[in-house]
């Protein structure tokens, strides 16, 4: 006699779609919040989603910290009470002199959080004008990438290629017809799109490479960077991360 305990069950008569059914969804999310103090209303956004940017933030001196993103799912155990390049933070400065705020992006946000967290900076932070520094992956660029190639390339908002009285990102093509931009950078230019904002978005190839075509930027957007680029002419191109950790 078969053990009914133990024998292979009947195929089930629902498909899986149909047994999900009977399952409770998971509890929403919270929102992401922003803790600033002052509340900026700079001319200026500039967002360092890229670990080289990230590192270009970081190494500028006349910043000052004035608050932080917070996704409630990402744990802030382990990071210490400084603002850290190895920590887990989504931190903003106040950039000295310079009507500017700047935003180094230090965790991963996942895509089913992109939208929520740039919906939150975007509307907390009222700029005039956004600059996003992010990479672009080798399969969302339509064309060959050599692994020696270092490459840059630039989306921006309607209002941003209208207004020509703007500070304009000079000196980097757009990004060929085909290529896409996903994540949190994409996320956040598409917020500025929606709002009528002046934004535009830098993309870089590879994700630790391109410090010229981003110190020309930076200065462009009136950063001195001059005291720093000796940190970076120290490694090559291949070792840039390696003053970010």
């Not at 500017?100 to 509307?123: F, H, N």
């Not at 757009?174 to 993309?203: E, F, H, N, W």
Request: charged share 20%; with cysteine; hydrophobic share 40%.
């Amino acid at each position: 006699m078969d053990d009914v305990l133990t024998e292979t069950p009947p195929p089930s008569r629902f498909f899986d779609e149909d047994l999900d059914n009977f399952v409770a969804a998971p509890p929403p999310l919270p929102s992401p919040f922003l803790l600033l103090n002052p509340n900026p209303k700079p001319n200026l956004l500039v967002v360092a989603i890229s670990p080289l940017s990230r590192s270009l933030v970081h190494h500028l001196t006349s910043k000052i910290l004035i608050g932080s993103l917070l996704l409630p799912e990402i744990p802030l155990s382990g990071n210490p009470l400084l603002p850290s390049p190895n920590s887990k933070s989504f931190n903003l400065y106040s950039a000295g002199s310079h009507n500017t705020c700047l935003a180094s992006v230090q965790y991963t946000v996942s895509p089913e959080r992109s939208r929520a967290v740039a919906k939150c900076l975007i509307e907390s932070v009222s700029a005039d004008q956004v600059v996003i520094f992010d990479c672009i992956k080798s399969q969302n660029y339509r064309g060959r990438i050599e692994v020696d190639d270092i490459l840059a390339f630039k989306l921006e908002t309607k209002q941003q290629r209208l207004d020509e009285g703007s500070l304009r990102v000079n000196g980097v093509d757009y990004l060929p017809s085909g290529s896409v931009m996903d994540g949190l950078g994409a996320a956040i230019l598409t917020k500025c799109q929606m709002k009528g904002i002046r934004g535009t978005l830098v993309a870089t190839w590879p994700e630790n490479g391109g410090f010229k075509v981003l110190k020309t930027v930076f200065k462009e957007l009136g950063f001195d960077v001059s005291g720093i680029e000796s940190e970076f002419t120290k490694v090559n191109s291949h070792s840039d991360l390696d003053l970010y950790t």
